[in-house]
C-alpha cells in the first residue's frame, strides 16, 4: 500500500508554462507538506496544511500557490515557470503539526524545465 | 534565525562505525530528527530525540545535548547500503522542521 504518492514523477516543460503536481496519501494524517530539493541536496520546505488550512508558507515566489481540496490530497500549481524552478519537489505528512519530527515523504516530482 | 550544520561529506569502511554531527542555532527548539535519503529516493525518517541522551534503534543511535545545541547519528556495523545521504531536522514552532543540508555518507568495502 502506497502511503504518500505523488504524480506525475517525472515532468519536463517549457518556460512560461503552468504545471501541477497532485500529492494523496492514505495514513491518515492531518498535515502535509512541499519541499524542494535542488541539485545540491538542499531540501527546503515550501508550504504546510494542516487539515486543509494553510499552517506554512515560506519565501516563495507566488507563482507557487499550493491547494488542499481535502486533508488527504495536497497539490502545487507552478505558474510561469522558470529555469529555476527545475528541482525535485516532495510532497509529505506527518500526524500532526507537532509531529513535524516524523514526516512520511513521498517519491519525489522531478521537474526540469527547459 | 535558525542555521544547522553537519559536514558535508563523511567516508568509512565497511564494519566500521561513523558519527555525523549536526550543531543547531534557533528558537523555540523542539526536538531533533534524522532522516536518511539514498539517491534518487525519498527521505525516510531515522529518529527523534526531544530530550538529551540517547536513542538507539537497531544499528543506528542518535544523541542530543541540548545545552550544547548538538546532536549526532551513528551508525555501527555500517553495511554498503547504508551509503545515503544523512540529514538533520530541527523541529521548531509545531509543524515547522528546518533540514539541515545534509552529510553524504560513503561507504567502501
Known amino acids: 500500500d502506497t502511503a504518500v504518492s505523488q504524480t506525475p514523477k517525472y515532468l519536463v516543460t517549457q518556460m512560461g508554462n503552468d504545471k501541477s503536481i497532485k500529492c494523496e496519501q492514505n495514513?491518515?494524517?492531518?498535515?502535509m507538506y512541499w519541499y524542494k530539493q535542488d541539485s545540491k541536496k538542499f531540501l527546503k520546505i515550501m508550504f504546510s496544511y494542516n487539515n486543509k488550512e494553510l499552517i506554512i508558507n515560506e519565501t516563495v515566489p507566488n507563482r507557487f500557490s499550493p491547494k488542499s481540496p481535502d486533508k488527504a490530497h495536497l497539490n502545487l500549481h507552478i505558474n510561469s515557470l522558470e529555469l529555476g524552478d527545475s528541482a525535485v519537489y516532495f510532497c509529505?505528512?506527518?500526524?500532526?503539526?507537532?509531529?513535524?519530527?516524523?514526516?512520511?515523504f513521498g517519491p519525489g516530482t522531478r521537474l526540469t524545465v527547459t | 534565525g535558525q542555521s544547522l550544520e553537519q559536514p558535508s561529506e563523511v567516508t568509512a569502511v565497511e564494519g566500521a562505525i561513523v558519527q555525523i554531527n549536526c550543531t543547531y542555532q534557533?528558537?523555540?527548539?523542539?526536538?531533533l530528527s534524522w532522516y536518511q535519503q539514498h539517491d534518487g529516493g525519498a527521505p525516510t525518517f531515522l529518529s527523534y530525540n526531544a530530550l538529551d541522551g540517547l536513542e538507539e534503534t537497531g544499528r543506528f543511535s542518535s544523541f542530543l545535548s541540548r545545552s550544547d545545541s548538538y546532536g549526532y547519528l551513528l551508525l555501527q556495523e555500517l553495511q554498503m547500503k547504508d551509503s545515503a545521504s544523512y540529514f538533520c531536522a530541527v523541529l521548531r514552532v509545531a509543524g515547522k522542521s528546518t533540514f539541515g543540508d545534509g552529510t553524504t555518507l560513503t561507504v567502501k568495502p
Open positions: 495514513l491518515g494524517h492531518d498535515t
Open positions: 534557533t528558537s523555540g527548539f523542539y526536538g
Open positions: 509529505a505528512s506527518s500526524q500532526a503539526p507537532g509531529d513535524s519530527y516524523e514526516q512520511y
